[in-house]
């Protein structure tokens, strides 16, 4: 499996279904792509536009592969450095993503990716950079307007984002985890709770696997309502794992 497919992985994760939240200048995104992206994409192809809702697996593949870790150069980045920027670019925009790497590594912030940037990078140690660029990244979001509406959603990607960086940058691979948005929100962007943080003792951990799967087949579909039964699933198996640990004691 390539670096990329790895942090395809993981991202997946992050930008989740279908989202339209008003407070979101990006507008209607599916799985991460805005409606602005995958209509650009489809005039390049020589196809008519279409309802983003619509993208395939493959077309949003190959809109993240080109477009995102092709043109911020991850393939020649360091193991977890790669996949933190990476993210970074999807979220912010390649060229603000770029930035935020090259501020860290004291080079001039164009936004372009070129040898100058990638010797600089060698120079340095790559989880300290991959907290340069994260705590560079989380500034920046407090400094938005609409910071209010996902602070909470943003804080806990960037969160998780340095932490599956270091791990890889530590020969470990990726993994996703599980995240689900709750009822009140309208995309992945916004508050988002994992297992792992709601349940914490090993005992619970049998009681969450049965409802995985249902969450996993949720988070398939589209609109508010899934997102907001995944969330329903997620913290009822949370109570009910809960309640058994404690009646164990």
Known sequence: MSNFERAMKVLAVHEGGYSNHKADPGGATMKGVTKRVYDAYRRRQGLDTRDVRKITNAE?????????????????LPSGLAYCVFDAAVNSGVSQGVKWLQQSVGVTDDGIVGAMTLSAVGRFE???????????RL??????????????????????????SKAWANGKTPEPSVVVAPAEAAGPESLKTTITDAIKNPA???????TVGSVAAVANGEGPFQYALAAVLVIGTAVAAWWLVKGRK
């Open 60 to 76: 949003v593949y190959e809109i993240y592969r080109e477009q995102y870790w092709a043109a911020a150069r991850c393939d020649d």
């Open 126 to 136: 790559v989880k300290a950079v991959i907290d340069e660029v994260c705590d560079r």
């Open 139 to 164: 500034a920046f979001m407090k400094r938005l307007a609409h910071w209010s509406s996902f602070k909470t959603g943003w804080k806990s990607r960037v969160r998780e984002v340095r932490a599956q």
């Open 204 to 210: 619970a951990i049998g009681a969450v696997g049965s």
